[in-house]
């Protein structure tokens, strides 16, 4: 029985209870018991490798998929425990003969049926939390398949309370270790304990989760990036268009910068090297000057009353604002080469990123660079493309912004003015600013040619 459930989203729905193939569901499964030996086992249309291994004193068997379509998925579990393999491999077949092929996204959350065995066949686990990759020593491929965390009932339920990093981090703290391995030890402590209670602001304030949220530090100032919010899970939606307060909960980008350290407490999450995002939970709408910081393990606006509609406006319509000096565009994410442009009835912006091309393959692209880190860094750019063109009318109604990202970090921008003689003077500080935006990490040269409108 396979359920789903997306980036935190909607309840859980039962998509289908067809069993899996007969070699899914056999018994006496021979998994390899000494460290370096693995075993593969083939399934319908895929194939599972089952390595043993041990992190420090922990023996563990780590599942790595391998044929998955687009995105491979790895689970952890100690092997000194009484565990039955058989569930999670079950989950695996089931999840590829329903068509999802086994490609869930970063944050997003799978389960079992509640009336079933659960993942370790001990009736705890029936969740699984889908997390960055977490390389092992030993293990091939896990290094880029998604990892599993499995959760019981009553942590999934505060898992749309706290979220998936402060999750992490209880996980961390239990495990006395970050960054996190991320195993299944069927008798561990619950992370979120029975008698836990949400206090404070942070944890009380009404949560919308959201696709993806990308929260990027430049210069001391936070630039967002919200993708998809779901503020239909909000209760009583209406008294939100009114001053008060706000937590979306989202994702963040696999590559970002931020670290959590230990112990946890209200500084659960710091960041690395300025300009890189920030592995933040969650974004902090409330009531006070306008500013942009942090609180606790999210990213924090607080604006005065008269900016609040403005606020609620650009969540429900994607559209633009400024929040502390910035213009902050909500990026809808998508790996598309180009989007409609916008119908002459509807008010266009200063500027828009209408399509982008590449010479390769979206194979190949995917092969050399996160689609996500890609998508953020051009949607960051339109973000320096708005401000700029809101201050500076451009010249042209329209032109090609020529990038080249390279592996050491550096990237390459030249401007094409295809409909009008170019302006070096009104270029000159676009191109400043758009060298602020960390260009996503990259294996190999990639040459991206962005279409640039003007309002």
Known sequence: MLLLLLA???????????????????????????????????LSGFSVRIAAHSVGEVPLWTLVSDGLQQQQV?????????????????????????????????????????????????????????????????????????????????????????????????????????????????????????????????????????????????????????????????????????????????GRAPDATGVLVQPFDGEAVVHGASGGPLALNGLFVDVGPEAVGRIEDLARVTLPPDRWDAFWTGLEQRGSMVVGGKTIRFVEPGFAVSAPPPQPETPRDPAKITGFEMTLSEAEVMAIVDDEALRTAIGLMEVEMIDHATRTPAPVPSMHVQLQFQPDGTMDLQPQWTNGPADPAWWGPLETRLRTVPPPAVKAPLAVRLAVSFG
Request: aromatic share 6%; hydrophobic share 40%; proline share 11%.
């Open 74 to 250: 790895a689970f952890s579990v100690r092997r000194d425990r009484q565990v039955d393999l058989n569930p999670l491999l079950m989950f695996m077949q089931s999840a590829f003969d329903q068509g999802i092929r086994g490609a869930p996204g970063v944050w997003e959350l799978h389960g079992m049926g509640p009336d079933g065995p659960g993942f370790l066949a001990n009736k705890r686990f029936f969740t699984v939390l889908f997390a960055p990759p977490v390389a092992l020593d030993g293990v091939p491929g896990t290094d880029r398949a998604l990892a599993g965390i499995l959760l019981d009932t009553h942590e999934t339920e505060w898992l749309y309370r706290i979220g998936p990093q402060r999750m992490l981090a209880r996980l961390g703290r239990l495990e006395g270790q970050v960054p996190t391995t991320v195993w299944a030890d069927p008798s561990r402590a619950m992370l979120v304990p029975p008698d836990f209670e949400a206090t404070g602001p942070v944890l009380t304030a009404p949560t919308a989760p959201a696709a993806s949220l990308e929260v990027t530090e430049v210069g001391g100032e936070l630039r967002l990036a919200i993708g998809r919010p779901d503020l239909a899970r909000i209760r009583d939606r209406g008294s939100l268009k009114k001053p008060g307060t706000l937590r979306i909960l989202g």
């Open 8 to 42: 935190c989203g909607d309840p859980p729905v039962v998509v289908s209870d067809t069993p899996p193939p007969a070699e899914a569901r056999q018994e006496g499964m021979a998994a390899p018991t000494v460290d370096g030996e693995s075993a593969t086992m083939q």
